[in-house]
């Protein structure tokens, strides 16, 4: 009898000790790593929507995740602190990180990255970008429809080749509704000084633009809103952006950068290692498209020509 308790007992220890490790196992929590771009986090655009991606699976996915903001451009000191503190992902944005990250990923190769809107051929990178030009098309195509003096504004922040894409994007959509539109182009060097790109706007509404696209990040928030104080219309980027100037935001090319960031972070919490191939999401993934359209009526002509380009992508 003493034996048989003795061994009943053994077994209920090693049973409860088997519970405690594949509790434990099941509670391991993965984590991720971000950098934001230089203008850090308040841009109201893309560096908000890759926080709010993390933000979403740290609700949904039971991730946790750490950010830094490199407003000091040492993008290979914020790197190599997130290396250290052994994060299962790190998530970098934009072209200006990339050759800090491709220095560190070939330091650790068995650290899994992600660039945002720059393309890396290093098998520990995976590489998202977008068409921009797509979403851009279409807002080109509201600004020529709509325009009242034949000439608009686009604003960009520092001139690279994403930013350019916005620009082609939103030139090339006019051209096709209204060849004589003139769009006057400037780029501000910067994705941090709202009062310059206010500036900026203000020269072009003196120069008679109605319509102003910036693709500048916290400097196309003093844009949104010169154009708001001036009476005139303007689009935002990246996220909606209405509510920063609701007299004035007509609609905004939307970059689902957060939903990208998600679904990768899911793919890692499922297990499953990234390819380090490059995703290019544009209107037919869902990567880009159009927040509501506000303050303006289109004819039915002029819907018609809008949705038969969005869906023709």
């Keep these: 009898m003493k034996y048989t308790t003795m061994i009943l007992l053994l077994f209920c220890f090693l049973f409860l000790a088997g519970c405690a490790e594949e509790s434990a196992q099941s509670e391991e929590t993965i984590s991720a790593g971000l950098v934001v771009t230089d203008s850090g986090l ?16 740290r609700d949904e996915l039971d991730i946790s995740f750490d950010y830094r903001e490199p407003v000091d451009q040492n993008y290979e000191e914020h790197l190599r602190t997130l290396v250290e503190d052994d994060h299962d992902v790190i998530i970098g944005l934009s072209f200006n990180i990339q050759e ?4 560190v990923a070939e330091e650790y190769p068995e650290q899994q990255f992600v660039l945002i809107d720059a393309e890396s051929s290093l ?25 009242e003096t034949d000439t608009v504004g686009f ?10 894409k916005f620009e082609n994007g939103f030139k090339e959509g006019i051209q096709a509704v209204s060849p004589d539109t ?14 310059l790109g206010k500036e900026i706007a203000e020269s072009m509404i003196e120069q008679n633009a109605d319509y102003i696209f910036p693709s500048a990040g916290f400097t196309g928030v003093g844009a949104l809103q010169a154009a708001d104080e001036a009476g005139i219309y303007a689009f935002g980027v ?39 191939d490059t995703l290019t999401l544009g209107l037919a993934e869902g990567g880009v498209g159009l927040a509501p359209i506000r303050l303006i009526d289109l004819s039915p002509d002029q819907q018609q020509m809008l949705d038969e380009r969005r869906n023709a992508e």
Excluded: H, R
Excluded at 42 to 57: K, P, T, V
Excluded at 100 to 103: D, G, I, Q, R, S
Excluded at 182 to 195: M, W
């Design 42 to 57: 308040g841009d109201n655009a893309f560096s908000d929507l890759a926080f709010q991606g993390l933000e979403q699976a």
């Design 100 to 103: 800090a990250m491709e220095k």
């Design 123 to 147: 098998e520990n990178i995976t590489s998202i970008t977008f068409k921009e030009d797509e979403g851009s098309y279409l807002i080109g195509m509201i600004a020529a429809m709509k325009t």
């Design 155 to 164: 604003i960009g922040g520092e001139e690279i080749p994403v930013v350019q």
């Design 182 to 195: 003139e769009v006057l182009t400037e780029y501000s060097g910067t994705f941090g000084d709202d009062q």
């Design 238 to 276: 990246d996220s909606d952006q209405s509510f920063l100037a609701e007299d004035a935001v007509v609609t905004s090319m939307t970059k689902n950068l957060n939903v990208a960031i998600f679904d990768v972070v899911e793919q890692v919490a499922q297990g499953e290692s990234l390819t380090g």
